[in-house]
């Protein structure tokens, strides 16, 4: 059974950082992109960040890039997004994802897997 955990999630003041965490396991990711969305209450789910499994490529929305930085441990089977200068309108639930192919995500916000989300509160 494929599981993305995330975890890392929490309340924080604007110019704060936080750094989350996205466990995965089930089977064998390494021809899968794994990356990071968001939705915040009333909107649709966006596209944050994501990462190949090698490490080799990465992209980031404009929202976000700067600021946050995608990496990955794959020793760990672990994804991480660490969040810097955070802003009041970064305050969304934040999911893992994972994909063969995450070029579509700036597009569309489907994927093969998702996590269970995680909430990341910024306060002003």
């Known amino acids: 059974q494929v599981q993305l955990v995330e975890s890392g999630g929490g309340l924080v003041q604007a110019g704060g950082s936080l750094r989350l965490s996205c466990a995965a396991s089930?089977?064998?990711?390494?021809?899968?992109?794994m990356g990071w969305f968001r939705q915040a209450p009333g909107k649709e789910r966006e596209f944050v960040a994501a990462?190949?499994?090698?490490?080799?490529?990465?992209s980031y929305a404009d929202s976000v890039r700067g600021r946050f930085t995608i990496s990955i441990d794959n020793a760990k089977n672990t994804v991480y997004l660490q969040m810097n200068s955070l802003k009041p309108e970064d305050t969304a639930v934040y999911y893992c994802?994972?994909?063969?192919?995450?070029?579509?995500?700036?597009?569309?916000?489907?994927?093969?897997?998702w996590g269970q989300g995680t909430q990341v509160t910024v306060s002003s």
């Open positions: 994802a994972a994909d063969y192919d995450a070029s579509k995500w700036r597009v569309v916000g489907v994927a093969d897997y």
């Open positions: 089930g089977r064998t990711f390494d021809s899968y992109d």
């Open positions: 990462i190949s499994w090698s490490g080799g490529s990465t």
